[in-house]
């Protein structure tokens, strides 16, 4: 297993549109997290998943986001009716159950989104 | 929200000299980690030190924790242009979510 792969590394879109991004995890990873970034910050944690159950969810979180982990594996993070405000590095990470003493996260390259 | 804040926000130093960045956080914590971002990247996992150790090291890299005082140092010794990237501390309280901090922008000139 190579690490945290994400796709697209890059998106597009007009405001109003639709997106979808994938987060393909480590394979023996149960955990899940996708966060944002923009540009001079750190990044902003929106959700994370314990195999294929949303455990929290950021309160910052617009009700246009949505993410899923259908079977404990890939996930993918939607953002419907986009704004520019939605611009930024979407980051997937993921870890071990914590519970087993390490929860080091392992991050994929991002996705870029830009909204014009 | 964010929890950790570094300081300082932009470090520049000479190879060869040693760099030291410092993160304070406002909860209690499960434990602390130290992450590495170079431009445009992903983060990449530097140390990890629970809230019940004081000191760890990693090659050229020392960790402390205060937990008292709420806050954590990382120092980097003997420095290259390669560890030129921004490092961020991410707190990791009870309820195992992360939060990271705005991050420090280290500069190490050849």
């Known amino acids: 297993d190579t690490g945290v792969s994400q796709d697209p590394r890059h998106k597009i879109t007009k405001r109003g549109q639709n997106v979808t991004f994938r987060c393909d995890p480590i394979?023996?990873?149960?955990?899940l997290y996708w966060y944002r970034q923009t540009l001079g910050q750190g990044p902003e944690f929106l959700t994370y998943?314990?195999?294929?159950?949303?455990?929290?969810k950021s309160r910052l979180l617009s009700d246009r986001f949505s993410a899923e982990r259908p079977k404990g594996s890939f996930s993918t993070l939607e953002i419907q009716r986009t704004e520019q405000g939605d611009s930024a590095m979407y980051l997937c990470a993921s870890s071990l159950d914590p519970g087993q003493g390490r929860n080091e996260q392992y991050f994929g390259p991002g996705t870029r989104l830009t909204v014009t | 929200s964010q929890q950790g804040e570094e300081d300082p926000q932009a470090l520049s130093i000479q190879e060869g000299e040693n760099a030291t960045m410092n993160c304070s956080y406002k909860t209690s914590i499960n434990n602390l980690q130290w992450y590495r971002q170079n431009s445009g990247r992903g983060l990449v996992h530097l140390i990890l030190?629970?809230?019940?150790?004081r000191e760890k090291h990693s090659g050229r890299l020392r960790v402390t924790l205060d937990t008292s005082k709420k806050s954590s140092s990382l120092l980097i010794t003997a420095s290259r242009a390669a560890d030129t990237a921004s490092y961020f501390c991410a707190t990791d309280a009870w309820n195992n979510d992360m939060r990271f901090g705005a991050g420090t922008r280290l500069t190490v000139k050849p």
């Open positions: 394979s023996e990873h149960n955990r």
């Open positions: 030190i629970r809230s019940n150790e």
């Open positions: 998943f314990q195999n294929e159950a949303q455990l929290e």
